[in-house]
């Protein structure tokens, strides 16, 4: 018959009695009624196996380790979703602890951050049961193994460090998942997913919440913008207390807790500083890869050149336009002097036709009114004073019509009226009206 066998623990300080192991009730959910009996630890331990009521006596190991395989294995069952464990972390000591993952110790190392309070105490409930050194040297057949004890409290303390509110944010600002450095050249496929993810978790850090999204190929400019100004003139909380060599609380004297003080500050300002630097670094090469600032830039550089061509294009119409309409005006003023010449040429012509006109006129009237005897009977002979005042008469008439056509119609008038034989009464009609 197999057997195993399971080493109790030290009582507790509280204890007072024998250490004698009665017999507990294994009963689901039954309390140990055995009084001044050393039984708290074997009943945890036991019941944990889900031991069935009915057992004989808590020595009888077969009956146990039955009930202990089957409970294994529906806890197994019901934990396949936990984290794999790294056989590795459990040669770790318990004095390096400060190096140690806490949340990978507890299985939270895909939660993180996110992990709950509840999260935190249920994995430690877990890995303490896991670990418990009694239980691991029960499995290793009851032999002893320093390493028990040591991973044991690296569990414990990573359970008082996460479940502490103060202790556990100093522990994410040094986070061994934060990058150290920046990013490499992503290729454009993965652009959005690594960075997106890398300021997923720095965003976190941000004094300023909520902290703008990273976005996608499809994000406005002013949603980028927003983002970059945002993480350009990032405001971190990170502290980096964590990671101080010596604790002050643990100085000899004074002197020496404020020279331990000193150091650590000065190794936390330095801290900050390169966390700072690594900030902008990351930034910078992120803006620098972002293929929407190109994208924005040759945007913003096609508006700016649409810009300048629609104000070329208009200052080139605005000079067109006053070319053009200096040229007209140009015409226009060369047509009216042409205009204007013609018209004094022709004026100068009619002015010139007018005159021969005249001329020709004023001579035909002369020679009328001699042939027709100053407009008088054919048979009557005039004395010199007549026939001066007829021509005077004649004069005054002529003065009195000076334009061509007047002329041309006194001449056709005198001659029809010389033609009819009243010439006389005709003449001395047309002197009588001037």
């Not at 806490?102 to 999260?119: F, K, M, Q, V, W």
């Not at 450095?181 to 290729?187: E, H, K, L, T």
Request: glycine share 2%; proline share 4%; net charge positive.
């Amino acid at each position: 018959m197999d057997t195993e066998t399971y080493t109790l623990t030290s009582p507790p300080s509280t204890f007072s009695g024998s250490k004698i192991h009665a017999k507990p009730s294994f009963a689901e959910n039954a309390t140990v009624n055995t009084s001044g009996k050393y039984v708290h630890f074997f009943k945890k331990v036991i019941s944990s196996k889900a031991i069935p009521a009915k057992v004989k006596h808590h020595y009888d190991f077969h009956e146990i380790k039955q009930a202990s395989s089957k409970a294994s294995t529906k806890n197994a069952e019901a934990d396949s979703d936990d984290e794999e464990e790294d056989p590795a972390l459990q040669n770790i000591k318990a004095r390096d602890w400060k190096k140690q993952d806490h949340y990978t110790i507890l299985g939270l190392s895909r939660l993180r951050y996110n992990a709950t309070p509840e999260d935190i105490s249920k994995q430690y409930r877990k890995k303490a049961l896991k670990h418990h050194p009694d239980k691991k040297m029960a499995l290793a057949g009851g032999v002893s193994n320093p390493q028990f004890d040591e991973y044991y409290k690296c569990v414990q303390k990573a359970h008082n460090t996460l479940i502490d509110p103060v202790r556990r944010r100093q522990f994410d600002s040094v986070d061994p998942s934060i990058p150290d450095g920046i990013a490499a050249q992503v290729s454009k496929k993965n652009f959005y997913k690594t960075f997106g993810k890398i300021f997923e978790l720095e965003a976190r850090f941000s004094r300023k919440q909520p902290a703008p999204k990273f976005g996608d190929a499809n994000s406005s400019k002013e949603e980028t913008e927003e983002f970059y100004g945002f993480f350009f003139n990032f405001d971190s909380w990170r502290s980096f207390e964590y990671l101080d060599k010596e604790d002050a609380g643990g100085a000899e004297n004074r002197d020496n807790k404020r020279y331990i003080e000193k150091k650590n500050k000065s190794a936390r300002e330095k801290a900050k500083k390169e966390d700072n630097q690594r900030m902008k670094d990351l930034i910078n090469e992120c803006f620098k890869q972002d293929p929407r600032i190109a994208r924005y830039k040759e945007e913003d550089k096609t508006k700016r050149n649409a810009k300048k061509n629609q104000k070329e294009a208009e200052e080139k119409a605005a000079l067109e336009a006053k070319l053009l309409a200096e040229e007209q005006a140009l015409k226009e003023k060369l047509e009216a002097e042409e205009a204007e010449r013609l018209s004094k040429e022709n004026n100068k012509k009619d002015k010139e036709q007018a005159k021969k006109i005249i001329k020709k006129e004023k001579k035909t009237l002369k020679s009328l009114i001699k042939d027709s005897n100053y407009f008088c009977p054919a048979d009557e002979t005039l004395s010199p004073t007549q026939i001066g005042d007829k021509l005077e008469a004649f004069d005054k008439l002529l003065a009195a019509n000076k334009a061509p056509e007047q002329l041309v119609k006194l001449r056709s008038t005198l001659e029809a009226s010389v033609a009819a034989g009243n010439a006389a009464e005709v003449f001395a009609s047309l002197v009588a009206e001037i």
